[in-house]
């Protein structure tokens, strides 16, 4: 079956400090990659998505993320991580061709320490 | 950017009631609608496809029966829970996605609907 795995639960970084969220999904031809961030009380916002091309694509508030396809990874970075980065984080993947329909890892609950 | 609500946001109803959620997209138009499920403390997962004009796919497993959906326009799609038992409680999410432009094909994601069934 398809399915996104995110490893990391939860996640403490101090304010200031890189992040990266890991992010692996099962053998799928041409997926189309996701990351959203969700705050409480908020829909989920899109960061940013892979479709094709450069493997590196920057997204919004300075995320970006690298799609692997030899390790099946699309993992989130950011070099400086500020308070307001605390929240729940979703990777998520189309596997059916760009029809929207997503499948989504587990979250990881990012918590920055000041 | 586009917006996507959900009413209500939050819903407590008797055993055996049937509930409506309403998702609107308040600025563009959107073809297709997605109902999702989370667990608290969990994933998304996606219960069915609304297309405008014609019946909703919904994913193994899903009760078409039991969660209605209607897409009447290209901005409204609803969720009807039909005889809501405790363990229908959840929080219920919808998502639009663009028909047409620059952004075509993008999914923006209403805020949530948290239903608690008694």
């Known amino acids: 079956a398809q399915s996104v795995t995110q490893p990391d639960i939860h996640i403490t970084v101090s304010e200031g400090a890189s992040l990266e969220l890991r992010c692996n999904y099962s053998?799928?031809?041409?997926?189309?990659l996701f990351w959203y961030v969700q705050s409480p009380g908020q829909g989920l916002q899109l960061l940013l998505k892979y479709f094709s091309g450069d493997t590196l694509v920057q997204g919004i508030k300075g995320f970006e993320a690298e799609f692997k396809r030899s390790q099946s990874s699309f993992n989130l970075r950011k070099p400086s991580v500020h308070w307001s980065d605390a929240a729940e984080y979703f990777c998520?993947?189309?596997?059916?061709?760009?029809?929207?329909?997503?499948?989504f890892g587990q979250g990881t609950t990012l918590q920055v320490k000041p | 950017g586009a917006v996507v609500s959900q009413h209500p946001s939050r819903v407590i109803c008797k055993s055996g009631t049937s509930v409506k959620i309403e998702c609107r997209s308040l600025d563009f138009q959107a073809t297709t609608m997605f109902w999702y499920r989370q667990f608290p403390k969990q994933s998304l997962m996606l219960m069915a496809t609304?297309?405008?004009?014609?019946?909703?796919?919904?994913e193994q497993g899903v009760e078409k029966d039991k969660f209605l959906i209607n897409h009447a326009s290209l901005t409204l799609s609803t969720l009807t829970v039909t005889s809501a038992h405790p363990e229908d409680s959840s929080f219920y999410i919808c998502?639009?996605?663009?028909?047409?432009?620059?952004?075509?094909?993008?999914?923006?994601f209403g805020p949530g609907t948290r239903l608690t069934v008694l």
């Open positions: 609304s297309n405008e004009g014609s019946k909703a796919t919904y």
């Open positions: 998520a993947v189309d596997f059916s061709g760009n029809t929207g329909k997503l499948i």
């Open positions: 998502s639009a996605r663009i028909s047409g432009g620059v952004r075509a094909d993008t999914q923006y």
């Open positions: 053998y799928g031809a041409t997926p189309y």
